[in-house]
């Protein structure tokens, strides 16, 4: 029985000069599990609204959810009742004072009696593993916990579908296992589930994948279909997964017969010395479509490929020398609640000038405190932190301490001008630079990450997509002319093609010299960038230095809560060294070829 | 970072289990009753009430002093500004400076009157979570709705803001620093350009606090929040006879003080 049934879904937001939704149809049924994917701006988070009925169709010329009739007052009142959404930014979906309190919340708004209330709380509290923290003050809980919490707090009225817009964009790995676990299992209880998403790996496990372009649905059928038309994946800017990433390349290759999704999908695809090759004849059948796609299918989210419409020009090269940075024992507390909390503990830490360093750990491991520290924007409650062997109090500190560009974590927030060009200018004037050295700076700094002054300079920085919003905020870091850039988690919260634009900037300034110290959650991009590692966590550092994969490096990143890059798994499962598992995707299809 | 006002202190006292409601009016009458006599005896009485709330509480002295810190300038500025003000033949003069004895006792009782006003209040704050206290104001507003105050929403609009205060202060702080790591500086420079470096700060989080008032307010009507229509609560006022002894314990308190 269909659940969801619209047909010419039609939707436009106040003051738009265009339709959000222009004729979408979409089928659910009872029990089914839907991925839906599609660009920035493709209408993904405006099916959510309005089949949740948050918001109500323009037209449409059916549109029956859980049986209400969205076109009607009644209707699109009465299904959020049936229908619960659950949206990308934790933070503001949690309303009450303390995670018991936000399950109530809902159950509240029914004027449920408080016994039931109360009854039906503690059942949600257990299905969803929270009686722990039942007490907890929501911003006191971790992403994936307030993740978890808002999603019970949602499903605490008893539903029939769950809408999830990008459910998973804010959090960690670990915690967006947490969340997804959660929404598997309450799947597993014959709830109906529609997932919007940006990850591709998360739409593998779907029943079926619908594909938004523009308002409309392009593609509608089994997420292998999906990834296998590489020029379907390219036109809609989405990504693969990475196992069908390589497997693509390898599809081209003639080397394995059909797109893994999987790790294990690739495995078993991959020809072992006793099975037989596939015959060429059939492999050819599928290179027509994946030849000439698979280089610019791979590039929005492989490392190392350019971005397709990506700039190209040259990085400017940091001027002067690099910069060092060093943690000498340091040690660091906020001063909240009753009693100070630790965040930092004994750190020692070297980056050498021009070197890349992954910083890696789960949320909470003290990466964006060690950012600050490194920058000088806190200072350790013990120990110190030196830029070039320099102290905050040593003449010439402050000069160096320029040098070293911090780009906060959705730097976008922080845009607050009215032109591209005033606030990529804001940090050079600062600087007390004369009128045309800053107009040099900001001329650079926009042509290295691919906005060029002439066509993006004038216009409002809101004008811009999401992913070019991002690239801004850090000309706006590149216009102070660092030598070394701290990076907090600049890909989060990005579609897979602005992923792939900002990832060819990276490359393009670590080319010309930069230094870099990369805290990420996307290992395989770290490990494509950078030479070395630290893995943090609780605060402390667990080990620094070479990645070690192949050796104990693997397990290190797993029991951290972390991922160790796809490439050095696919490597170990082969039986190959693991230390010499290629950075990039594509010299791993070509050793496998 | 941290919050200004005085936090919420959790435990589980008999301080902690009274009924808001209850709490709330104790603290008004005692309030009442500490500025309708002016004693040094009556005074003593309301300490005494309120160091043995403190103490049956088992507030750490610690977390007092926090409550307390912020208005020290207050009483200090009280003390001496009575000192110095207040008539009376002095017994010390330093040019247009009189402090006379009078005074002395004046600002001495004015400022002791406000610490331990103080104390009530903190005892109240320390020991009541900030919902039930405005479950407890709206309850006690619910005659105001015969004149078309919805307190009701008032109280959860309260409580959304409280719940959201940490988090708008984990913001200010990030995007301040943020604004700092390209070199914005928020110490330097006349109160003109201390005002013009804000800019920087206020303008993303005035983009970021309507964004979020957006999405809260999506969240909130996905489940099923309809403004202005009846809800329940999962922990509704429970009124207990121990709450019926506070009021008359405080009744004894304000009798005792006057009669002293």
Request: hydrophobic content about 50%; glycine content about 8%.
């Amino acid at each position: 029985m269909a659940l969801i049934e619209v047909t010419g879904l039609v939707f436009r937001y106040a003051g738009a000069t265009s339709d959000a939704l222009a004729g979408l149809d979409l089928t659910v049924d009872e029990g089914e599990f839907v991925a839906v994917v599609g660009a920035n701006g493709s209408g993904k988070s405006t099916l959510a609204r309005l089949l949740g009925g948050l918001a109500r169709p323009a037209a449409a010329l059916e549109a029956a959810v859980c049986g209400h009739d969205l076109l009607t007052d009644d209707g699109h009142q009465a299904v959020r009742r049936d229908v619960g959404v659950l949206f990308q930014n934790p933070d503001n979906q949690l309303v009450g004072a303390t995670v018991e309190e936000d399950l109530a919340f809902g159950l509240e708004n029914l004027a449920l009696p408080p016994h039931d209330i109360a009854q039906r709380v503690d059942e949600t509290l257990a299905e969803f593993d929270l009686i722990d923290l039942r007490h907890r003050e929501p911003h006191l809980l971790s992403g994936g916990q307030k993740q978890r919490t808002a999603l019970a707090g949602v499903l605490a009225i008893p539903r029939r579908v769950l809408v999830l817009d990008e459910p998973t964009a804010m959090l960690d790995p670990a915690g967006r296992d947490e969340v997804l676990e959660a929404v598997r299992r309450a799947a597993a209880g014959g709830l109906t589930v529609v997932l919007i998403t940006q990850e591709m790996d998360e739409v593998v496990p779907a029943d079926r994948v619908v594909a938004l372009a523009a308002g409309r649905r392009v593609f509608d059928g089994r997420p292998a279909r999906l990834f296998a038309d590489g020029a379907l994946v390219r036109d809609l800017s989405l990504g693969l997964p990475p196992a069908a990433e390589i497997g693509a390349g390898l599809v081209a290759r003639g080397v394995v017969s059909h797109l893994p999704l999987s790790l294990d999908e690739l495995m078993a695809a991959l020809p072992t010395p006793t099975t037989a090759r596939t015959a060429p004849g059939q492999a050819a059948a599928f290179a027509p479509a994946l030849a000439p796609a698979s280089a610019s299918a791979l590039a929005p989210s492989a490392p190392g490929t350019p971005a397709p419409g990506a700039p190209s020009p040259p990085a400017a090269a940091p001027e002067g020398d690099g910069i060092g940075l060093t943690c000498r024992d340091v040690s660091f507390w906020y001063d909240e609640g009753a009693a100070g909390v630790e965040a930092l503990r004994d750190v020692d830490l070297t980056v050498g000038a021009g070197e890349r360093l992954a910083l890696l750990g789960p949320t909470g491991s003290g990466k964006s405190t060690l950012l600050q520290l490194l920058r000088g924007l806190l200072a350790p409650d013990r120990g110190e932190v030196l830029i070039d062997r320099l102290a905050a109090a040593d003449p010439g500190y402050l000069e160096r301490q320029r040098r070293v560009g911090l780009v906060f974590q959705t730097p976008e927030l922080q845009l607050f001008a009215s032109t591209c060009r005033d606030d990529v200018a804001f940090g050079p004037r600062q600087l007390g630079w004369d009128q045309e050295r800053v107009g040099r700076a900001v001329e650079r700094a926009l042509t290295t990450v691919g906005l060029p002054a002439d066509r993006f300079g004038a216009r409002h920085p809101y004008s811009l997509s999401g992913g070019e919003q991002r690239r801004l905020a850090l000309a706006g870091v590149l216009a102070m002319e660092p030598a070394v850039l701290l990076l907090d988690e600049p890909f989060v919260s990005l579609d897979p093609a602005s992923r792939g634009e900002l990832d060819v900037v990276l490359r393009r300034l670590v080319a010309a010299g930069m230094g870099l110290v990369l805290a990420t959650h996307d290992v395989d991009r770290a490990y494509a960038l950078c030479d070395r590692r630290v893995v943090l966590d609780a605060g402390r550092v667990v080990d620094a230095g070479p990645w070690r994969l192949g050796d104990g490096g693997e397990e290190l990143l797993r029991e951290h809560r972390l991922r160790p890059p796809f490439v050095a798994e696919l490597w170990g499962r082969l039986g190959r060294d693991a230390s010499q598992a290629p950075p990039q995707f594509a010299d791993a299809v070509e050793a496998l070829s | 970072m941290r919050m200004a006002v005085a936090q919420y202190f959790p435990g589980d006292s008999l301080v902690h289990r009274f009924d808001p409601r209850a709490k709330v009016v104790v603290v008004i009458v005692l309030a009442v009753g500490l500025f309708l006599r002016s004693s040094f005896a009556a005074l003593a009485v309301y300490a005494a009430v309120a160091v043995a709330g403190l103490a049956l509480s088992g507030i750490p002295p610690r977390w007092v002093w926090r409550g307390v810190r912020p208005l020290v300038w207050l009483i200090v500025l009280t003390f001496v500004v009575q000192l110095l003000f207040a008539p009376g033949p002095s017994f010390f003069s330093l040019g247009p400076l009189h402090l006379s004895s009078h005074g002395l006792v004046v600002a001495g009782y004015l400022s002791l009157r406000l610490i331990v006003l103080v104390a009530l209040s903190l005892l109240l704050t320390l020991t009541t979570p900030p919902i039930a206290l405005t479950d407890a104001l709206a309850w006690l507003g619910r005659p105001l709705r015969r004149l078309r105050v919805p307190t009701e929403e008032l109280a959860l609009m309260v409580t959304i803001a409280l719940r959201f205060i940490p988090t708008l202060l984990q913001e200010v702080d990030t995007i301040m620093k943020a604004q700092q790591a390209r070199g914005a500086s928020f110490t330097h420079g006349g109160p003109l350009r201390r005002a013009r470096a804000l800019v920087p700060v206020l303008v993303p989080l005035f983009i970021l606090s309507f964004r979020r008032a957006d999405e809260l307010a999506l969240a909130m009507e996905a489940r099923c929040f309809v403004p202005g229509a009846p809800r329940t609560r999962l922990h509704p006022l429970q009124a207990h006879t121990r709450d019926a002894l506070l009021l008359v314990a405080a009744a004894l308190a304000i009798a005792i003080a006057e009669l002293v």
